[in-house]
């Protein structure tokens, strides 16, 4: 069994142990424009300096895992909310839609699941589903956090259970999910299913991992019981599939070899950013999300040299608002287009460099 790692401490879904005692929204936000960091010169290469951040909507729950889905030259783009237990849709020209009811959490005992987090001034449940990927076959992957398991959903409809424990004990919240071209699925398993985090009498399993689903088996990778601690965030691939990045806690981000039977190895820390959902476009560029811990976004080279951060804009006023980078996907017929889930918000950012789509092949 391998225990190699991983992850974060305080994403979006983690700001709530601590976060949820403190009810207080703080002061009231004013206006932050939308900024570009650079740190390297190679930025411009994926950004344009004067390129903009288009608000596609507001006043969500709290908002994650989006994944594009392709439609011909068009498509539209799926993302979670974790409060309001739904799959949104977004349409160019039509603007959001429920794509999906009760995809978070299938039961009625309201009481004991879903931790308790903080929505701007607002003392809110985590009760919907998080991550969000494609398989080969277009099949959209989600992780049903409240109901501690990996969904598939048929191209009828019906909803096929992936994974939802490990050697006969029943994971925690599943977080974050990604899909490789051959069918493996990975995903990460969180206290943030349970009302009651690491305490919740449910609990089940000691210690939260990032898993591999191959051929009907769930495999444990690494987790926060191995050396390098923490909890299990943010996962992606990187384009030629090599490479597996998670998120780890007060590290940044781990890079694993994939090696020939899908599991991992060499875990090393890639870079000290990354506290929520990433993914990387065509040239290997690493975008991971500041999560619960700030609205920003860092691109990383392959190489592990930041190129520079884009920082999302803050609406000012009150009912408070809470603007986080939780995670990003890209998008529109030609990946361009980066999307945003920014808690209350839903951004988008026309790029330069094309981005990688889950389940499409190296």
Known sequence: MRRALTVITLSLAATTAAGAQALTGGQTPTDRPFTIVKNDPRLDAIIDPGAKAESLGDRFGLTEGAVWIREGNSGHLLFADMLDNVIYRWD???????????????GKDFLHVGQQTRRGRSAVLLIGPNGLSLDPEGRLVACAMPDRSVVR?????????????????????????????????????????????????????????????????????????????????????????????????????LRYDINPDDTVSNGKVFVNHGGDGMRVDRKGNLYTTGGGGGPNIQITSPEGKPLGRLLLPQPAGEPRTRVCATNVAFGDNDDRTLFITACTHLFKIRLKQPGVRPGRKP
Do not use: C
């Open 92 to 106: 160019p020209g039509k603007g959001i839609s429920v794509h999906l009811e009760n995809v978070g959490y299938t």
């Open 153 to 253: 959903y048929e191209k009828d409809g019906t909803r096929t259970v992936m994974a939802d424990k490990f050697e006969g004990k029943r994971f925690s919240g599943p977080n974050d999910v990604v899909v490789k071209s051959n069918g493996s699925i990975y995903f990460t398993d969180t206290p943030w299913g349970l009302r009651e985090s690491e305490k919740d009498p449910q609990r089940e399993i000691p210690f939260h991992g990032f898993y591999l689903v191959k051929d009907g088996k769930v495999t444990l990778l690494g987790s926060d019981a191995a050396e390098h601690g923490g909890i299990p965030n943010g996962i992606t691939l990187s384009p030629d599939e090599k490479y597996l990045y998670v998120t780890a806690a007060r590290r940044g981000t």
